[in-house]
């Protein structure tokens, strides 16, 4: 009985002792999140040929940009084939992020505690979210951001290299799009609590040189500089 009182006092111990190192663990990862959210990077152009949106649902944000334009007409990087509606083809949007939390959960109702577990802590694989869509509307959770030419060059140049593709084709993940005109497709890089969706989106804006957060795990971080 003695020896099974000690066991539970030292189990007792070391699980005080992991929740002490965690929650320090979050207190540190927080702050790091409002240093970076603080300060920025890059500049805003006010005469930018080119319009683009960084838009967000409150928990992931995507990069809006115009489907065709001088510079890419992403129909032919991102083919129409496997999308049910082809009917609002104004803009196209595209978001990375964790591949096994984009597939199997398509509402948060359905969100499991494994999986949010999984993609924030063990590397994971990922994928690329893309729609197709009426121009966005302008909001507090959907900024509209203008850019130079060389500006969207490189925008695009680093979103098209985030795909995985296959003879110069990206691979469609067949049967997985949130409705009729999403779909997913295979991608570069994982997933962890250092490379979030949004993180990712910081480093897209980060690469055009656009003003953005220093680091951003959270979607507030690349909308309040914009």
């Known amino acids: 009985m003695k020896q099974v009182k000690t066991i539970l006092r030292s189990l007792g111990k070391n699980l005080l002792r992991f929740i002490e190192v965690f929650s320090a663990f979050l207190f540190l990862y927080y702050i790091l999140f409002i240093w970076g959210m603080i300060f920025y990077f890059g500049s805003l152009a006010s005469d930018g040929e080119i319009t683009i949106f960084v838009r967000s649902n409150g928990v992931h944000t995507e990069i809006c940009m115009p489907t065709e334009s001088e510079n890419q007409n992403w129909k032919e990087f ?3 084939v496997g999308f049910e509606d082809i009917t609002h083809l104004d803009y196209i949007a595209i978001g990375w992020g964790d591949k096994g939390f984009f597939l199997n959960t398509p509402t948060w109702a359905e969100l499991k505690i494994s999986t949010a577990l999984t993609a924030v802590f063990l590397p994971s694989a990922t994928a690329m979210h893309v729609e197709y869509c009426d121009q966005p509307k302008k909001s507090t959770i959907c900024k509209r951001v203008k850019l130079s030419g ?3 060059h490189k925008l695009c140049n680093y979103i098209k290299e985030c795909f995985e593709t296959k003879e110069d084709a990206v691979q469609l993940i067949v049967g997985h799009g949130y409705g009729l005109t999403d779909n997913f497709y295979e991608a570069h890089g994982s997933y962890h609590l ?3 969706c949004n ?3 910081n ?3 980060k690469s055009a040189k656009i003003r953005t957060s220093l680091f951003s795990p959270f979607p507030e971080g690349n909308l309040i500089h914009l």
């Open 78 to 80: 991102v083919p129409l």
């Open 150 to 152: 060389n500006q969207y």
């Open 194 to 196: 250092f490379r979030t």
């Open 199 to 201: 993180v990712w989106t």
């Open 203 to 205: 480093n897209a804006l």
